[in-house]
């Protein structure tokens, strides 16, 4: 059938064939003018509906071009927390419309269907887009490490409570955008907001994130929604369809009708299974994980993943307690070096060799304790040179700390290295950053893990093959051996230094040794924490 185009500013919403003709004409490469298209059409379409058996035809085909579109916009701004306000915030909020109107859209064509009802095939797809895309928004807001809204977790509950009180909650539907096709319930979309919730997003890394987002609706069909009964473990995690939130333990909870558990027996096995397929030297691809997923982080993200998807909360290894005071915090290598050193950092002059007992000393018992005045004075000297910022301490345990940052702080990443140094502390210590959140009112909170021992700021350069010239040291710090806890001293380095086996130098307390890098342990966006071992020195 012929379509005469419509003019710009002309279409006619309750014209599906008008809808479908400018969808199927849409430049996907030009994603403004897809953004306005679409974002003006449900807003026509919400207006102006057509009949519901039309309205879902056109909402299906907006599907393709939208996910396309979200997808382009949600990279700008996936790297780092979103600060309200800014440009990134502006690209989150059109985002999360565009979910939270398609999800109103599909709701919308059963609420007119009037005396042409939809049938239950229809209501089972209705319900399923709704839950889908009602849970996008929220995985939105963890994607850039905001908060959820007021509202939002209760827009998802109330779009799986219909669908469960209308009896369809379990009816799997098409879905063409899925890899294979294959079906999808509301229940199923539903499980997979859930699963990403209790995966500590918001200590993710950016890839981390995507690999859980995948799997987590890969994984979603081997679960269920069951209710609570009264012998249920209290550590279970549950959600209340009355409330606005998310996923937490039962115990929380006031018990009621409206509780659910998330039931994943056999999302235990399967996980199980891949975990011990990936041990035995199958690739991620073959078992289903992504061929962009490396053996061993999958492998380990997967290890951590398994208690909340598959048990109940766990339990924290050291108790907190409630912050009280500040934390001075110094941010850049070069900075926490200082800090660290008490000094400015120099090229070392030539080196004396020391024993070899000396430097096993130094990295088993690591820095000395200074005197008070000493270390008074030199904290004064180095806030003279890097100035440190005060962070509002909301909690703490002996592994680490949960803290505020003033307003004004600067750009913070996942997995990015600092240097803190807290009210009744004797020396500074280096911190990992294990998560980070910002709030309504664009307060930055973040998670510090602090590494075991106390650091020893030292230099470091790769060792010159005979003949060649001398590179000059860097800044690095030396972790000494913490026995009780099972570590062993580990180097320090800026990202990019470590290879196996590289050959490198330190000099530390006046002593030049040379080294062989032999593990990378942890990494982060500034730094490398790797094992050593020693060449023989003289006796």
């Known amino acids: 059938m012929n379509v005469t185009r419509p003019l710009p500013g ?54 393709a071009p939208l996910h396309f579109l979200q997808e382009s916009l949600a990279i700008r701004y996936s790297s780092r927390p979103v600060i309200p306000g800014g440009t990134e915030d502006g690209v989150l909020r059109q985002v999360v419309a565009l979910w939270l109107g398609m999800a109103e859209a599909y709701a919308q064509t059963a609420e007119n269907a009037g005396v042409h009802p939809l049938d239950d095939a229809a209501l089972a797809l209705v319900c399923q887009r709704c839950v889908l895309y009602a849970g996008r928004a929220v995985i939105e807001y963890f994607r850039a490490r905001r908060t959820t809204p007021r509202g939002m977790w209760l827009a998802l509950h109330g779009y799986f409570s ?68 009264g012998g ?10 009355n409330r606005d939130a998310g996923a937490k333990p039962l115990e929380v909870f006031a018990r009621s009708p409206h509780l659910r558990r998330l039931g994943s027996a056999r999302l235990a096995s399967e996980i199980e299974r891949v975990v011990a397929g990936l041990k035995q030297g199958l690739s991620p691809e073959h078992l289903g994980l992504g061929a962009d997923c490396h053996p061993v982080s999958a492998g380990r993200l997967l290890l951590m993943l398994y208690k909340p998807w598959c048990h109940a909360a766990n339990p924290r290894r050291f108790q907190r307690r409630r912050g009280e005071g500040e934390l001075d915090v110094a941010v850049g290598f070069e900075a926490m070096h200082f800090f660290v050193a008490g000094a400015e950092f120099v090229q070392p002059p030539p080196a004396r060799i020391y024993s070899h007992s000396d430097f ?19 904290q004064a000297s180095a806030r003279a040179h890097f100035p440190t910022r005060r962070w509002t301490t909301l909690d703490h345990s002996v592994m680490g700390y949960r803290l505020r940052a003033p307003d004004d702080t600067g750009p913070i990443e996942h997995s990015q290295l600092l240097a803190v140094f807290g009210p009744d502390a004797e020396h500074w210590r280096l911190a990992r950053v294990s998560w980070l959140m910002v709030e309504h009112d664009s307060h930055l909170l973040t998670g510090l893990h602090v590494l075991p021992g106390t650091p020893r700021a030292i230099a470091l350069r790769a060792l010159a093959a005979e003949g060649a010239q001398t590179d000059r040291f860097v800044r690095a710090f030396l972790l000494p051996a913490v026995q009780v806890m099972g570590e062993e001293a580990t180097l320090v380095l800026p990202r990019g230094w470590f290879q196996p086996n ?17 593990r990378l342990t942890t990494f982060g966006v500034n730094y490398e924490r790797v094992t050593f071992s020693e060449a023989a020195g003289p006796d």
């Open 10 to 63: 002309t279409l006619d919403y309750r014209n599906a064939q008008q809808c479908m003709t400018l969808l199927n004409e849409l430049p996907l490469t030009n994603v403004p003018r897809v953004r306005d298209t679409l974002t003006r059409m449900l807003y026509g379409l919400r207006q102006t509906p057509p009949r519901s058996t039309e309205y879902l035809e056109v909402l299906e085909a907006m599907r």
């Open 162 to 229: 219909t669908a469960e009180e209308w009896g369809l909650a379990t009816q799997a539907v098409p879905d063409n955008l899925k890899e294979g096709g294959y079906p999808h319930s509301a229940a199923e979309s539903y499980c997979c907001v859930l699963l990403i919730d209790l995966s500590n997003p918001y200590g993710r890394s950016p890839r981390e994130f995507e690999w859980v987002c995948r799997w987590a609706d890969q994984y979603a069909s081997l679960t269920e929604i069951m209710p609570v009964f």
């Open 232 to 241: 249920t473990d209290a550590k279970t995690y549950a959600v209340d369809l």
């Open 360 to 378: 096993v000393d130094i990295a088993t018992f690591g820095e000395r304790a200074h005197d008070g005045d000493g270390l008074a004075v030199r």
């Open 502 to 518: 590289r050959q490198v130098e330190i000099f530390a307390a006046e002593t030049l040794r040379s080294l062989t890098l032999t």
